[in-house]
């Protein structure tokens, strides 16, 4: 299985360090987090649906009251049950990190190291090409209640140095950029963070654990959203958050504040997901390359935004890094006419058009990098549009995205 994956990974990309996958992650993807002896035989954990959780004394009670925010501790439903614990656990098994929280989305993961770290008064970095949302929550929340944010060029490395304030509690990573897909040098920056005191937050929702682990480079703490392929089949929605015990109970306690509860059912589907990540990532990966390959031979396109194609900002980054890549990648067409780029966008037959990604199905949306950055001008004139490649016959794909640009951007 192991070798198979490798071998597939290295098919699909020369570039790619399948080598050096850790020895035992397909086998941790399918064992992590279930105990069929405690629930009957059942293979998955079932979901552990409950509001109360009733004890028979008052000591007992008050006992778990106490250890409410103590790992394993069943207290009331909105802590947590044995399902999710055993889904956070394998979480940070994967990710190399000491405990895990899930949380009701991936944004309500990105904005929790926030919340439980930075107060009136502290400064925050944040990569110039952070999910959007997850910018606006920033600007529109945080900003508005005394937490200062700057944004800063994602190919900074060590020179982040000199953007470090006094008051700088935290910085925000991304990589690779989610619309943009620029690689960042993390190694150089959390180096520097840690010398400076400052919490490194990454978002890994693009690569997985399976192809990357921040926490292995130096980051404090990793956020995803399962919602995309950990969940895989775009049906369900969380947010999941991992460290090491430094930060673990101030995550913890803050989820508790702001009253976040995962779903048991939406733990349910992205336990199950776990199961099925290698073998979709490893497909993801193999449709994805080719697509962006593909479409960067074509008169049509100017540029391959994708982390493992040379001509990406950070590809050697990712080379170094990585290992291996997702089905989500960014084009810039030649035309500069929006109306172009729709026409394209709604001639393709199999890339659904929507919002989200990671799971089975392709899809195509039109970005804007220009109007959501503040720190690095946009320099590409043609427009953006952004691919994931789904779990779909190859050739198919590239014969739908061909008749599509045949018919509406070739000249
Ligand atoms: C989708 C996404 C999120 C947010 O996840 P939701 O579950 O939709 O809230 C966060 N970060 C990245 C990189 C994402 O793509």
Redesign the pocket.
């Known amino acids: 299985m192991r070798e198979e994956l490798v071998k597939r990974i290295a098919a699909s990309s020369p570039d790619s360090r399948g080598d050096a996958l850790t020895s035992s992650i397909e086998t941790d993807l399918v064992h992590l987090g279930r105990a069929p002896a405690r629930y009957a035989g059942a293979i998955n954990i079932p979901p552990h649906r409950t509001s109360t959780v009733a004890f028979d004394t008052v000591r007992e009670l008050e006992a778990a009251k106490r250890a409410r925010f103590e790992k394993g501790t069943v207290f009331y439903g909105r802590f947590g049950g044995p399902d999710i614990f055993a889904f956070e656990d394998a979480v940070a098994a994967l990710e190399g990190a000491d405990s895990a929280v899930a949380v ?7 904005i929790l190291p926030v919340a439980a770290f930075a107060r009136t008064g502290d400064h925050i970095l944040v990569v110039d090409n ?2 959007e ?2 910018r606006t929550s920033l600007t529109e929340y945080f900003a508005g209640n005394g937490v200062e944010i700057s944004y800063f060029d994602p190919l900074v490395g060590e020179e982040i140095d000199a953007l470090i304030r006094p008051s700088t509690k935290l910085i925000y990573l ?1 990589s690779p ?2 619309f943009t897909f620029e690689v960042m040098d993390i190694p150089a920056i959390c180096e520097v963070a840690r010398k400076r005191g400052v919490i490194t937050v990454c ?1 890994n ?2 690569a997985t654990p399976l192809y990357y682990q921040p926490l292995r480079h130096g980051v404090d703490i990793v ?6 392929y950990i969940i895989g089949h775009s049906d369900a ?3 999941i958050v991992a460290a090491r015990d430094e930060h673990a109970q101030a995550l913890k306690r803050a989820a508790n504040w702001l009253g976040y509860h995962a779903s048991p059912d939406n733990v349910y589907l992205a336990a199950r997901g776990l199961r099925t990540l290698a073998l979709r990532m490893a497909a993801h990966q193999a449709n994805g390359l080719a697509l962006a390959t593909y479409l960067a031979g074509r008169p049509e396109i100017a540029r391959v935004l994708h982390p493992a194609l040379p001509g990406c900002p950070g590809h050697a980054i990712w080379k170094r890094d990585f290992f291996g890549s997702s089905g ?1 990648f960014s084009v810039v067409l030649r035309t500069t006419e929006k109306a172009n780029a729709e026409r394209f966008v709604e001639g393709l037959n199999l890339f659904g058009l929507g ?4 799971g089975f199905e392709s899809l195509v949306l039109i970005g804007d990098p220009a109007h959501s950055r503040t720190a690095t001008p946009w320099r590409e004139e043609g427009i953006v549009v952004r691919f994931h490649a789904g779990l779909e016959n190859l050739s198919d794909l590239v014969s739908d995205v061909e008749q599509s640009l045949e018919a509406h951007l070739s000249t």
């Open positions: 009701p989305s991936g944004l309500a993961a990105c952070v999910y949302p997850a991304e950029g989610s978002d929702t693009w956020v995803h959203a399962g919602t995309k929605m969380l947010g989500l919002f989200s990604w990671g």
